[in-house]
């Protein structure tokens, strides 16, 4: 870390992430500081971005292909990817299965799967029909090898740390929807 960073971060309890890609030089030109709360641990160790990636992942659409905002660096001071593997290993939250990840799949994908199998009578189906012939047609081992995207799910330790941090998800900037 340079000397700029240093000491910006002096009194931070964690020193925030920053990905080697980063303009250092253009930052500090106007640098906005991650917040010295966002890089103060709570329990097991976990920093105020890693509720706000269980946060995400309650949603129930975050997925292995699923692309991190840059606010996971700049503002919360994580870097996500390495951080959702620790959720993962922690048992905060856990990689969902081939079929618990179908409903990250449209119909024609579905379809093309079935159709691998010679399944007829698709265009009549509707997505829960499918859902139910991809269940009777295949193993786990067998779906997992035709598609790579698989789902996130929190598990109840996941869950009880959202409960647990619930101010750490008010202070969160929300979408107007």
Same mark, same amino acid.
């Given at each position: 870390m340079n000397t700029s960073l240093e000491n910006i971060y002096k009194d931070h309890q964690v020193k925030p992430y920053i990905s080697p890609d980063r303009d250092i030089e253009a930052w500090l030109l106007n640098p906005k500081p991650v917040p010295k709360r966002n890089m103060e641990l709570v329990e097991d160790n976990l920093l105020a971005g890693d509720i706000i990636l269980l946060?995400? /992942? +309650?949603?129930?659409? #975050?997925?292995? *292909?699923?692309?991190?905002? *840059?606010?996971?660096?700049? $503002?919360?001071?994580? %870097?996500?990817p390495k951080h959702l593997e620790t959720l993962v290993e922690k048992g905060y939250a856990l990689?969902? $299965?081939? #079929? %618990? =990840?179908?409903?990250? @799949? +449209? =119909? $024609?994908?579905? *379809? +093309? /799967?079935? &159709?691998? *199998?010679?399944?007829?009578? @698709? =265009?009549?189906?509707?997505?829960? %029909? @499918?859902? !139910?012939?991809l269940h009777e047609h295949f193993s786990e081992e067998e779906l997992a090898s035709l598609f790579s995207i698989r789902g996130y799910k929190l598990t109840p330790k996941g869950e009880q740390a959202l409960k647990d941090h !619930?101010? /750490? /998800? %008010?202070?969160?900037?929300? &979408? +107007? @929807?």
């Open positions: 946060w995400r /992942i +309650n949603f129930g659409t #975050f997925t292995t *292909k699923t692309w991190f905002p *840059k606010y996971f660096e700049y $503002t919360y001071g994580i %870097d996500a990689v969902e $299965t081939a #079929f %618990d =990840s179908l409903d990250h @799949l +449209n =119909s $024609t994908m579905k *379809k +093309n /799967i079935l &159709k691998k *199998k010679g399944v007829t009578g @698709l =265009s009549k189906m509707k997505a829960g %029909d @499918l859902d !139910q012939a !619930q101010a /750490i /998800i %008010d202070r969160h900037p929300k &979408k +107007n @929807l």
